[in-house]
């Protein structure tokens, strides 16, 4: 069997021809494809030969093509070809089945970032019932892990960027070589936190709980320093985690989330309810879960092929490209940090009650917001294809990320919805203190609104980052935090409702910034569109 099709290559400008040839002993599933003009054979998959006619415009092959090592098997090939046709099939549907193909994409992912605050979650939950004032200590103590690990949060985009990139040249030496040294830097930087915290942890708490609060100190230090030790391994497992999503595997995550989150909750009642460990005993479950959930994703990386245990130190080339892609969203990352600590350093200083009543709500509030990771995560994936990939289309841009607007608005509302009633419905499953309970009560407004809103908001940041706009996004992100600073320190005489209706500010400040951007005539999805379709007319 012998066909033509002319195929345009993103670097070269004329059409090519190439004859595909199918042999005998590959009937319909692999073609030699003969460049006329190069004297040159390649070999590819017949899945890749349709799509191509489908699009003769879109120089498709050049992600696809495995050229004429055959030890790299017919798998790779039908892998690789799924899953341009699944990113070209989600960009020409409509906005409903847009909604639902997201949705089953992004499911699974979702353990990514649930894991961490659900475990901080149930830890919230156990130690209410025994001790207020070890409850009290879990806002302080949360800070210095959830926050501070937080800020290494630019190890899972740079991971994901580059691993992504990696696969698409089919070269799976490069992308353990990239593998190898993402893993050595986030066992660096897991070990520079454990450093840090044995050295300035008791110091860091005793400034956020300031003289008032000083007897939630020993608590709270107890607390960091068990679940300072794992560390290390929770980012390890951060960056196979992200390796693992770059290589479109998001079962990975929900399998570790599942077992994480089944070993903390059981450790929790074990030790804090049965053995009357208290705060000591949750930091000890939380610990455990986390390795075991980073043990998970590194043999889930081990089982496609790679090897999870080699680390390489970079290069002075490869550590500037590294950080050329980090720094941005470290900015932004320490931005956001920044402002929560602030806002737990502010709730702190009021009372043991009102510290108390901000840490139920913000463990909540975390855990309700990680479900719109996802949509940043989806944005990540599809929008470089039509942004600025080699069938770029700003027209399918722009309703790809309605779809993906409208699913953070209905996920929002059903968060906030689902927050706000916990709260209000169920306090008792946090703390019988009623003064707690009151507090918490009067700050479910602001709550709502701040909540309803996130989910939105990083389906926009997410374009933002697929776009590579930014100096533009951790500029934003920081304009937003100073204002948002400053606003807090006004509206703290105010008490616990007032940080919160500044919280809810910071959050619709980062919407409204985005979606500017994002709808400006000189924004990413209008910029050079005339001239693009100026083109696509002339091939």
Same mark, same amino acid.
């Given at each position: 069997?012998?066909?033509?099709?002319?195929?345009?290559?993103?670097? =070269?400008?004329?059409?090519?021809? #190439?004859?595909?040839?199918?042999?005998?002993?590959?009937? %319909?599933?692999?073609?030699?494809?003969t460049?006329?003009?190069?004297?040159?054979t390649?070999?590819?998959?017949?899945?890749?030969?349709?799509?191509?006619?489908?699009?003769?415009?879109?120089?498709?092959?050049t992600?696809?093509?495995?050229?004429s090592?055959?030890?790299?098997?017919?798998?790779?090939?039908?892998?690789?070809?799924?899953?341009?046709?699944?990113?070209?099939?989600?960009?020409?549907?409509?906005v409903?089945?847009?909604?639902?193909?997201?949705?089953?994409?992004?499911?699974?992912?979702?353990?990514?970032?649930?894991?961490?605050?659900?475990?901080?979650?149930?830890?919230?939950?156990?130690?209410?019932?025994?001790?207020?004032?070890?409850?009290?200590?879990? +806002?302080?103590?949360?800070?210095?892990?959830?926050?501070?690990?937080? =800020?290494?949060?630019?190890?899972?985009?740079? =991971?994901?960027?580059?691993?992504?990139?990696?696969?698409?040249?089919?070269?799976?030496?490069?992308?353990?070589?990239?593998?190898?040294?993402?893993?050595? !830097?986030?066992?660096?930087? /897991?070990?520079?936190?454990?450093?840090?915290?044995?050295?300035?942890?008791?110091? =860091?708490?005793?400034?956020?709980?300031g003289?008032?609060?000083?007897?939630?100190?020993?608590?709270?230090?107890?607390?960091?320093?068990?679940?300072?030790l794992?560390?290390?391994?929770?980012?390890?497992?951060?960056?196979?985690?992200s390796?693992?999503?770059?290589?479109?595997?998001?079962?990975?995550?929900?399998?570790?989330?599942?077992?994480?989150?089944?070993?903390?909750?059981?450790?929790?009642? !074990?030790?804090?309810?049965?053995?009357?460990?208290g705060?000591?005993?949750?930091?000890?479950?939380?610990?455990?879960?986390?390795?075991?959930?980073?043990?998970?994703? !590194?043999?889930?990386?081990?089982?496609?092929?790679?090897?999870?245990y080699? $680390?390489?130190?970079?290069?002075?080339?490869?550590?500037?490209?590294?950080? /050329?892609?980090?720094?941005?969203?470290?900015?932004?990352?320490?931005?956001?940090?920044?402002?929560?600590?602030?806002?737990?350093?502010?709730? @702190?200083?009021? /009372?043991?009650?009102?510290?108390?009543?901000?840490?139920?709500?913000?463990?909540?509030?975390?855990?309700?917001?990680?479900?719109?990771?996802?949509?940043?995560?989806?944005?990540?994936?599809?929008?470089?294809?039509l942004?600025? +990939?080699?069938?770029?289309?700003?027209?399918?841009?722009?309703?790809?990320l309605?779809?993906?607007?409208?699913?953070?608005?209905?996920?929002?509302?059903?968060?906030?919805?689902?927050?706000?009633?916990?709260?209000?419905?169920?306090?008792y499953?946090?703390?019988?203190?009623?003064?707690?309970?009151?507090?918490?009560?009067?700050?479910?407004?602001? #709550?709502?609104?701040a909540?309803?809103v996130?989910p939105? @908001?990083?389906?926009?940041?997410?374009?933002l980052?697929?776009?590579?706009?930014?100096?533009? $996004?951790?500029?934003?992100?920081?304009?937003? $935090?100073?204002?948002?600073?400053?606003l807090? %320190?006004i509206?703290?005489?105010?008490?616990?409702?007032?940080?919160? $209706?500044?919280?809810a500010?910071?959050?619709?400040?980062?919407?409204?910034?985005?979606?500017?951007?994002?709808?400006?005539?000189?924004?990413?999805?209008?910029?050079?569109e005339?001239?693009?379709?100026?083109?696509?007319?002339t091939?």
């Amino acid at each position: 069997m012998t066909l033509k099709l002319s195929l345009h290559f993103h670097h =070269t400008s004329p059409l090519k021809i #190439f004859n595909f040839t199918s042999p005998s002993h590959l009937p %319909l599933r692999r073609f030699h494809v003969t460049n006329s003009l190069l004297n040159d054979t390649i070999t590819i998959s017949s899945n890749l030969v349709f799509a191509a006619s489908k699009h003769p415009r879109i120089g498709i092959l050049t992600a696809c093509v495995v050229g004429s090592h055959e030890q790299n098997g017919e798998s790779e090939d039908e892998d690789c070809c799924e899953e341009m046709c699944e990113i070209k099939e989600l960009s020409e549907q409509s906005v409903w089945n847009q909604m639902k193909e997201i949705v089953k994409f992004t499911g699974p992912a979702i353990g990514l970032w649930l894991c961490d605050p659900l475990m901080s979650l149930i830890d919230t939950a156990v130690v209410g019932q025994g001790s207020s004032t070890e409850l009290a200590a879990l +806002g302080p103590a949360t800070v210095v892990c959830d926050y501070m690990t937080l =800020t290494f949060m630019f190890l899972s985009v740079v =991971t994901s960027n580059i691993i992504a990139t990696a696969l698409a040249k089919q070269d799976r030496e490069d992308v353990q070589h990239h593998l190898s040294i993402l893993l050595f !830097i986030g066992l660096a930087c /897991g070990l520079v936190m454990l450093l840090s915290t044995k050295l300035f942890g008791a110091a =860091t708490l005793s400034a956020f709980t300031g003289p008032k609060n000083a007897h939630v100190v020993p608590a709270a230090n107890t607390y960091v320093q068990i679940r300072a030790l794992s560390w290390p391994a929770l980012l390890v497992g951060w960056v196979a985690q992200s390796a693992s999503l770059g290589m479109k595997d998001s079962w990975g995550p929900l399998k570790a989330l599942a077992a994480a989150s089944i070993i903390n909750g059981i450790g929790d009642i !074990i030790l804090c309810s049965f053995l009357g460990y208290g705060i000591a005993g949750a930091a000890w479950a939380t610990m455990a879960s986390q390795v075991v959930a980073s043990y998970m994703m !590194i043999q889930t990386l081990n089982k496609r092929g790679y090897n999870a245990y080699a $680390f390489s130190v970079p290069s002075l080339k490869e550590f500037r490209t590294i950080l /050329g892609l980090a720094a941005p969203v470290y900015l932004t990352s320490i931005s956001k940090v920044a402002f929560f600590s602030l806002l737990i350093y502010i709730a @702190t200083s009021i /009372g043991t009650q009102t510290m108390a009543a901000h840490q139920v709500m913000i463990q909540i509030y975390m855990a309700c917001t990680v479900w719109g990771e996802p949509l940043c995560q989806t944005a990540q994936s599809f929008m470089p294809e039509l942004m600025y +990939g080699v069938n770029k289309n700003l027209a399918k841009a722009r309703l790809l990320l309605r779809s993906l607007v409208i699913i953070g608005a209905i996920l929002g509302l059903l968060l906030g919805i689902i927050g706000t009633s916990l709260l209000w419905l169920f306090p008792y499953i946090f703390t019988s203190d009623q003064m707690v309970i009151q507090k918490m009560h009067r700050t479910l407004i602001p #709550f709502f609104v701040a909540l309803a809103v996130t989910p939105s @908001t990083r389906s926009l940041e997410g374009t933002l980052l697929a776009g590579q706009d930014l100096r533009f $996004f951790s500029l934003s992100t920081c304009g937003c $935090f100073f204002l948002a600073a400053l606003l807090l %320190l006004i509206f703290s005489r105010y008490g616990l409702q007032g940080c919160w $209706f500044t919280l809810a500010g910071f959050q619709w400040a980062r919407f409204s910034v985005a979606l500017l951007r994002l709808v400006s005539p000189n924004g990413i999805l209008y910029s050079g569109e005339a001239s693009i379709n100026q083109k696509l007319r002339t091939v």
